[in-house]
Nanobody
Framework: QVQLMESGGGSVQTGGSLRLSCAAA????????MAWFRQAPGKEREWVAT???????TVADSVRGRFTISYDVAKNTLFLQMNSLKPEDSGVYYC????????????WGQGTQVAVSA
């Protein structure tokens, strides 16, 4: 099973940028899809963006135009470029690797914290 390690979180002010990375210990696309999720305190985990192997990436409406998901095949690493950050973007960001359409079979990283201050 693929092992995932997120990094790149931190604290920024509103309008700032961060770039999250998710390094896969095995070939990331053995499971066809990789994605970013986030969870704010007291809230359920929320989908942010998906990078499928054979289709174009998709992002949630709440981050469209501000966040970009990408994948570096050579580095086996998933990225999330986050621009124009807002306080409501704060939370723990997790990456996941899973067969497309079967999130229950996902492998998850440990998460990286993002804090956006007003």
């Amino acid at each position: 099973q693929v092992q995932l390690m997120e990094s790149g979180g931190g604290s920024v002010q509103t309008g700032g940028s961060l770039r999250l990375s998710c390094a896969a210990a095995e070939t990331g696309f053995s499971a066809n899809c990789m994605a970013w999720f986030r969870q704010a305190p007291g809230k359920e985990r929320e989908w942010v963006a998906t990078f499928p192997r054979n289709r174009g990436p998709t992002v949630a409406d709440s981050v469209r135009g501000r966040f970009t998901i990408s994948y570096d095949v050579a580095k086996n690493t998933l990225f999330l470029q986050m621009n124009s950050l807002k306080p409501e973007d704060s939370g723990v960001y997790y990456c996941a690797s899973f067969p497309c359409g079967n999130l229950e079979a996902a492998a998850w990283g440990q998460g990286t914290q993002v804090a956006v201050s007003a």
